[in-house]
């Protein structure tokens, strides 16, 4: 398993890079066969472009709800998004794309990754490779063993990934959301509310107290998922982690180092469109 610190830091200066160039909608120069990546997730829906060398080259991104536990639920709203996500990009590049590869939640169903193919086949395109999220957070973070935590808006799922392949999958329902309807209690304010004093970086040192129990409640999530399971570094990835009380609180409970790159929502979906290589 990778433990260089050096080889991660390599890493999060390109995670880093994606998520300037989906928030400012610029493009890189870039080399070879451009492959396009789709990140249908339960807050947001992420467009991403790669070159040939697996660096990032455009982005995109929408706040959307048409994930809910892994299942495709807005099926027009899904279609329409990745379209608008995928002709944009298009426009921005000069390119047209044909193909597409698209990131499932681990363990769900055969028909919803079916679901999940048919929305990338409605925009207009063929499916490339269905990946699992833990593997794509893997391949973006340059891993091909390890444990990869990733907090969604809905879930919290631990995968155990052997050789780039999926070991163990645990999938439980405390993610960004709970988060947000804990300070909607706390603080007696609408969801909407809440969710955005959690985005607000203002409010930062107001949330990490409220939230820290949510947390905790995910981690205990990882140290059972992990109880007798040997991996001696953890990779902590979604925009629920972005805390920066969440690597402690992790930490404390798994008792093992936890790393987490700067930029954790943009992780999974940099990752869909690289290439599948093991790495050391």
Same mark, same amino acid.
């Given at each position: %398993?990778? @433990?260089?610190?050096?080889?991660?830091?390599?890493?999060?200066?390109? !995670?880093?890079?994606?998520?300037?160039?989906?928030?400012?909608?610029?493009?890189?120069?870039?080399?070879?066969?451009?492959?396009?990546? !789709?990140?249908l997730?339960?807050?947001?829906i992420?467009v991403?472009?790669?070159d040939?060398?697996?660096r990032?080259? #455009?982005?995109g991104?929408?706040?959307? @709800?048409?994930?809910?536990d892994?299942?495709?639920v807005d099926?027009?709203?899904?279609?329409?998004?990745?379209r608008?996500? @995928?002709?944009?990009?298009?426009?921005?590049?000069?390119?047209?794309?044909?193909?597409a590869?698209?990131s499932?939640?681990? =363990?769900?169903?055969?028909g919803?990754?079916?679901?999940?193919?048919?929305?990338?086949?409605?925009?207009?395109?063929?499916?490339?490779?269905?990946?699992?999220e833990?593997? #794509?957070?893997a391949?973006?973070?340059? !891993?091909?063993?390890?444990?990869?935590?990733?907090?969604?808006?809905?879930t919290?799922?631990?995968?155990v990934?052997?050789?780039?392949r999926?070991?163990?999958s645990v999938d439980e #329902?405390?993610?960004?959301h709970?988060? @947000?309807?804990?300070?909607s209690?706390?603080?007696?304010v609408?969801?909407?509310? #809440?969710?955005? %004093?959690?985005?607000?970086?203002?409010?930062?040192?107001?949330?990490?107290?409220i939230?820290?129990?949510?947390?905790?409640?995910?981690?205990s999530i990882?140290?059972?998922?992990?109880?007798?399971?040997?991996?001696?570094?953890?990779?902590?990835v =979604?925009?629920?982690?972005?805390?920066?009380n969440?690597?402690?609180?992790?930490?404390?409970?798994l008792?093992?180092?936890v790393l987490?790159?700067?930029?954790?929502?943009?992780?999974?979906?940099?990752? !869909?469109p690289m290439?599948?290589?093991?790495?050391?």
């Amino acid at each position: %398993m990778t @433990t260089d610190t050096t080889a991660l830091s390599e890493r999060e200066r390109m !995670i880093h890079r994606f998520a300037d160039l989906v928030r400012t909608g610029d493009v890189e120069e870039y080399e070879g066969e451009l492959r396009l990546g !789709i990140d249908l997730g339960t807050a947001n829906i992420v467009v991403s472009v790669v070159d040939a060398d697996d660096r990032p080259v #455009a982005g995109g991104w929408v706040h959307s @709800t048409v994930v809910r536990d892994g299942v495709v639920v807005d099926w027009a709203g899904a279609t329409s998004a990745v379209r608008a996500l @995928t002709n944009d990009v298009q426009e921005r590049l000069g390119h047209h794309f044909d193909k597409a590869s698209v990131s499932i939640p681990p =363990g769900i169903a055969a028909g919803d990754v079916k679901v999940f193919e048919n929305v990338v086949v409605a925009s207009d395109l063929d499916v490339a490779e269905v990946v699992d999220e833990p593997v #794509a957070a893997a391949r973006a973070l340059g !891993i091909a063993d390890g444990c990869v935590i990733d907090i969604g808006h809905g879930t919290t799922g631990v995968s155990v990934l052997e050789k780039g392949r999926v070991k163990l999958s645990v999938d439980e #329902a405390t993610g960004g959301h709970h988060m @947000t309807l804990v300070l909607s209690g706390a603080y007696q304010v609408p969801y909407e509310e #809440a969710e955005a %004093m959690k985005k607000d970086p203002a409010r930062r040192d107001d949330v990490v107290g409220i939230i820290r129990p949510t947390l905790d409640k995910m981690a205990s999530i990882a140290e059972r998922s992990l109880k007798g399971v040997d991996v001696p570094i953890v990779y902590l990835v =979604g925009g629920s982690s972005s805390f920066p009380n969440a690597p402690d609180v992790f930490a404390a409970r798994l008792g093992r180092p936890v790393l987490r790159p700067a930029e954790p929502l943009f992780v999974t979906p940099l990752g !869909i469109p690289m290439t599948a290589k093991e790495t050391h």
